[in-house]
């Protein structure tokens, strides 16, 4: 009798055992299948970031910095990181980086988005790069990481773009001599320091060639359009430069002030910075493509 029993026991121990692993690995797949159905949902999600910067050893922000928090009805979700510079102690920066992510993170539940906060902490000091101050006012810094559903762009009819052999300024002169309003030249040569909105030494000869057509042409009107590569992640690069988050604006403007500054009148000049909105090779695989991204691209608007 004792035998019998314990083979019954043993039978439904195993009996449980297998009915319980067969629900797991039911659940398990149902979880594998969920998540295989709603992952084009993420897949189509846009990640972008607001960095707002503190004075030193504080945690309060200025209202030229709060103005800059802004949260939209795009947005699906909200990570907060919050850093120092290495003037204090490892526990003190610690303390102070957690501090104005807990800042950052009242102001947002202030706005009505507290649903939307995923998590707010505190990372401690950023080590600077060789050259720069244990100080540096660009790592006293929140980064709001904001996860956006984007919006449905109207399908845009291909445009006319002319990529000249070479930025010469007779070549540029015959380029903009045949080009009709609304149609786009790439300055190909026209090239900027990784991560900054900075020429290269020898890009300065296509932006003096530039110039000299817009002076030889005074009712030419242009916008000056930015463009950047290999952002994965992110709706724009991060310009090192300012510690913000966009370079391709950064790099129309500094071609529109330049140009501005050699005697060309503003209301001639328009930029804007398109991001990673708009590649010539969606998932640039060597670096002639990546070049051909990272453009800056002149529009002309009136002749």
């Known amino acids: 009798m004792v035998f019998c029993t314990h083979i019954k026991a043993f039978t439904l121990t195993m009996t449980f055992q297998q009915s319980y692993k067969m629900k797991y690995k039911f659940y398990s797949i149902n979880k594998l299948l969920l998540f295989i159905f709603f992952m084009p949902l993420f897949a189509h999600s846009q990640i972008d970031s607001i960095s707002v910067f503190f004075e030193k050893d504080q945690f309060v922000l200025v209202n030229s910095q709060l103005q800059k928090i802004i949260i939209d009805s795009m947005v699906e979700s909200i990570v907060i990181k919050g850093y120092t510079d290495e003037t204090g102690s490892v526990d003190h920066n610690q303390l102070l980086s957690a501090n104005r992510a807990k800042t950052v993170e009242k102001i947002i539940i202030q706005k009505?988005?507290?649903?939307?906060?995923?998590?707010?902490?505190g990372y401690g000091l950023?080590?600077?790069?060789a050259r720069e101050?244990?100080?540096?006012?660009?790592?006293?810094?929140?980064?709001?990481?904001i996860t956006k559903t984007p919006k449905e762009e109207t399908p845009i009819v291909e445009e006319k773009m002319i990529i000249p052999e070479d930025s010469s300024s007779q070549t540029l002169e015959q380029e903009f001599e045949e080009m009709e309003v609304g149609e786009k030249l790439v300055l190909q040569n026209l090239s900027f320091v990784?991560?900054?909105?900075l020429l290269l030494r020898g890009a300065q000869a296509t932006l003096d060639s530039l110039t000299?057509?817009?002076?030889?042409?005074p009712k030419l009107k242009i916008a000056i359009e930015g463009h950047i590569c290999c952002e994965r992640q992110f709706a724009d690069g991060f310009d090192q430069m300012t510690g913000k988050r966009n370079l391709s604006v950064a790099r129309a403007e500094y071609i529109y002030n330049e140009l501005i500054k050699n005697g060309i009148p503003q209301e001639r000049l328009t930029y804007e910075g398109f991001g990673r909105r708009q590649p010539i090779f969606p998932?640039?695989?060597n670096e002639r493509q990546k070049q051909a991204n990272r453009r800056v691209e002149i529009?002309?608007?009136?002749r």
């Open 299 to 302: 529009r002309i608007l009136e």
């Open 283 to 285: 998932n640039e695989i």
């Open 133 to 145: 101050s244990k100080d540096n006012p660009k790592n006293r810094r929140v980064d709001i990481l």
């Open 112 to 121: 009505g988005k507290e649903k939307l906060i995923l998590s707010a902490r």
């Open 126 to 129: 950023i080590k600077s790069v």
């Open 194 to 197: 990784p991560g900054q909105h």
């Open 212 to 217: 000299t057509i817009l002076k030889s042409n």
